[in-house]
């Protein structure tokens, strides 16, 4: 994110940026053995599927958003982080 943040800043001017920040997506990545799903603090707020967030993520990019937040509750999160 501070990348993004930096990148967005500095060359802003020149190049479109903008950052990603899913929570849980329904990927291998969260499954564990016999295709279970290991519970984690990421899926708090649900598990999407990939083509959710590849739909939310074309749809911020043609707004040129900059922050692509697929799970609405990660709007709360960067707001309490601010």
């Known amino acids: ?6 990148v967005a ?3 802003g001017n020149v190049t479109k940026v903008h950052c990603l920040c899913p929570q849980a997506v ?3 990545l969260i499954r564990i053995k016999d295709d279970k799903k290991q519970q984690t603090a990421a899926m708090t707020d ?3 599927t990939p083509r ?7 749809n911020a990019i043609r707004r040129n958003e900059f922050w692509i ?13 601010v």
Do not use: M, W
């Open 1 to 6: 994110v501070s990348f993004a943040e930096h």
């Open 9 to 11: 800043i500095a060359h």
């Open 26 to 28: 329904d990927t291998p």
């Open 46 to 48: 649900g598990v999407l």
């Open 52 to 58: 959710f967030v590849a739909t939310c993520t074309l």
């Open 69 to 81: 937040l697929p799970h609405p509750n990660v709007q709360t999160y960067l707001e309490r982080k």
